[in-house]
């Protein structure tokens, strides 16, 4: 018996009749079916009838309780569908398309307990989500999670873009291998990104996650069984009914283009929860955080400390003279003479060298915004008890941007992506939403889309950023064209580009492993909210590739991927939301590539400037990074134009409409 869920039926299995029950995404081109096999909940997909996800487990082990897996029969089924458009305040596309068809299956044990467990499935065109909901019950209250036993058992041998999960100190912060899924060994991180013969692209992550683990995927073959952060303790999660899991995702696509392009995330997030969005503002910032890591700079006190009142202002001059919205101030506040670990900071307690109230006013005179700062490292308790007064203390002065860190990654001892860091985290935006602060997370929980709901969580790290390249072997030139198909399809990332003096020669042995023109393609190709400049201000002063810097935006109307090669290249055009202007930035690995993008993109009929900044002909990342060439022509949407990148290269562009 075969029941179809086509969004115009409602339909009750009662009496515990086996049968397959088949949701069908709008298009109908993708298939949800579950059915209760010997008791137990099991799913698969497949797209255009080709199976993607073979029949894999639903369910959970729980702390001296009988598990959630077996002897159940289906009592209820509620169908659902939705089709309407929701804008962003602020994102990498203005309007959003919602459209799915649905079905919550409701689970109720045959015998002893008589426990329910529903399972919400969402099913778009692009992929699907679905979550566990534990309804509130007289035998199943307060509960402890041992086990999630979802799993994720793909139909092919699928190559991975992964990185290891349980770094000791690093956390998320892994150069990216690429490996068949059978030959996983250890669990890894999501989003986890798959392709199969470069015409099938899969991607498993979770969307919505508050109160309650991260999840990462353990491989045994071509299994990815749902492998919940632990607690200290060894628990995974603490549960009170009612209560709804995060919703298990599955991203599916022909390109790997499509997998940027998907808003599945977002829309499996609840709506926006805050009434005052004035405070919220996208824009680029500089700051003395890159002469930190150069070491011109220290957080600590001494006579070379960053955050001297003066300094900053030379900071807050030259985001005034080139149109950058904001000033990130770090080693403010006493606390940076110790071993950051110890987390001894001080959140409302300036050094004496830095006059909160005259660098405030200082930059509203001068249209700028100071970004403060909060590193905890990583010591929650000392963070905790000081949190109402640290942001009562920024929202006084008018500082209504923060950037937070957790340098030490065992929090408490607790896992830094368990249930523990994930409810700090949350009282974190909370609180800084209910003083207008709008965050930049660093060393974050994953993100799973809740800027949607929280629109004042603006951007984080969550992956190895620039300042690997100032003291590390740094990043291969592969790594910024992984990044967009990996890490960033969780949402906004906080890289840090704009890099001019490629070679730092005040840090010999150390380099950034790109060419000019590339560091400017990084704004188009790697998306936040918040985007830095992130060199000293000497580096970019006379320097006519600044001009690009100033000019690109961070808020988008419109978002097109053109080339999409996992690890190889990339280019995305991005419409400016409050003009008609376009951008391009595309960006190679090591090898030079040369590439045709069609411009139907532009307004037809209508005229632009292009401004070019390309590699130069000589440029290479090696041997001659800071070679670019900078041009103007005239074009319209009926042409085409050849990007032709160097090795570790790339190229930026601004068309700019005429009158």
């Known amino acids: 018996m075969k029941v179809i869920i086509t969004g115009l039926v409602l339909l009750f299995l009662l009496g515990g009749c086996s049968s397959d029950i088949i949701i069908s995404s709008p298009n109908g081109r993708l298939q949800v079916i579950f059915r209760v096999n010997n008791d137990s909940p099991f799913y698969e997909v497949k797209r255009d009838g080709e199976t993607v996800v073979l029949e894999s487990p639903l369910g959970f082990e729980l702390q001296d309780e009988p598990s959630l897996s077996g002897n159940f029969e289906v009592v209820n089924l509620k169908e659902f569908t939705l089709d309407e458009t929701w804008s962003q305040p602020w994102g990498e596309v203005k309007n959003i398309r919602n459209h799915y068809n649905g079905m919550t299956i409701t689970l109720q044990e045959k ?32 509960f402890v999670i041992t086990d999630e036993l979802t799993g994720f058992i793909m139909a092919k041998d699928m190559n991975a873009w992964w990185i290891p999960a349980y770094g000791d100190e690093i956390d998320s912060e892994f150069l990216f291998s690429n490996n068949p899924i059978s030959q996983l060994t250890e669990k890894v991180h999501t989003p986890l990104t798959m392709e ?44 009170r009914a009612p209560f709804k899991t995060p919703w298990r995702t599955i991203q599916i696509a022909e390109n790997a283009g499509d997998l940027i392009t998907s808003y599945l995330i977002l829309n499996l997030n609840e709506p926006n929860r805050l009434k005052d969005l004035s405070y919220i503002t996208p824009g680029k910032y500089n700051g003395i955080w890159w002469a930190m890591h150069l070491n011109k700079y220290t957080w600590s006190q001494g006579p070379n400390h960053g955050a001297a009142t003066a300094n900053v202002k030379k900071y807050i001059d030259f985001a005034a003279e080139n149109n950058l919205t904001g000033v990130l101030v770090e080693g403010w506040n006493e606390g940076w003479d110790y071993d950051w670990s110890e987390g001894r900071f001080e959140f409302t307690r300036p050094y004496p060298d ?78 800084a939403a209910a003083h207008q602060i709008a ?48 890490r960033c399809l969780a949402g906004p990332m906080d890289y840090t580009p704009g890099i001019f003096d490629i070679l730092i020669p005040s840090n010999p042995g150390y380099r950034v492993h790109t060419t000019l023109a590339k560091q400017l393609a990084l704004y188009l190709t790697i998306y936040s909210p918040w985007q830095m400049a992130a060199d000293l201000p000497e580096n970019y002063t006379g320097h006519p590739a600044l001009q690009f810097i100033r000019d690109v935006p961070t808020d988008w109307e419109k978002t097109r991927v053109l080339h999409a090669k996992i690890g190889d290249f990339i280019t995305v055009a991005r419409k400016d939301r409050h003009s008609d202007d376009w951008y391009l930035g595309s960006a190679t690995d090591e090898n030079p590539r040369s590439l ?64």
């Not at 060439?629 to 042409?639: H, L, N």
Request: charged share 25%; aromatic share 10%.
């Open 111 to 142: 015998t002893a307990l008589k426990r329910l467990l529903r399972i919400t499935f969402k099913i778009y065109d692009d992929g699907l989500g679905f979550r566990y909901e534990f309804p509130e019950q007289s035998n199943l209250k307060d």
């Open 196 to 239: 199969y013969q470069d015409n099938l692209f899969v991607s498993i992550h979770e969307a919505a996650l508050v109160d309650y683990p991260a999840m990462t995927l353990d491989p045994s073959g071509q299994l990815l069984s749902c492998d919940l952060v632990p607690w200290a303790s060894g628990i995974r999660a603490e549960v």
């Open 354 to 431: 830095f006059d909160i109230e005259e660098l405030t006013a200082y930059a509203r005179r001068r249209g700028v915004g100071l970004i403060g700062h909060h590193e905890t490292g990583g010591n929650i308790d000392n963070y905790e008890r000081q949190l109402p007064e640290a942001f009562a203390y920024y929202q006084k002065h008018g500082v209504h941007s923060l950037k937070t860190g957790y340098v030490t990654r065992r929090p408490n001892g607790e896992h830094h992506q368990g249930q523990f860091m994930v409810r700090h985290y949350q009282r974190v935006l909370e609180m």
């Open 439 to 486: 965050l930049d997370i660093h060393e974050p929980v994953k993100a799973t889309g809740l800027r949607r709901t929280y629109p004042n969580l603006m951007t984080r790290e969550g992956a190895r950023g620039t300042e690997y390249e100032a003291w590390s072997a740094g990043n291969p030139p592969e790594h910024t064209v992984i990044l967009p198909f990996t």
């Open 596 to 659: 045709t993008v069609k411009l139907d993109f532009l307004i037809p009929g209508r005229r632009y400037i292009a401004e070019l900044y390309t590699d130069g002909p000589s440029a290479s990342m090696e041997d001659n990074p800071l070679d670019i060439s900078i041009d103007r022509k005239e074009v319209t949407s009926a042409e085409s134009m050849d990007l032709d990148l160097a090795p570790g290269g790339g190229q930026a562009i601004r068309f700019h409409l005429l009158e």
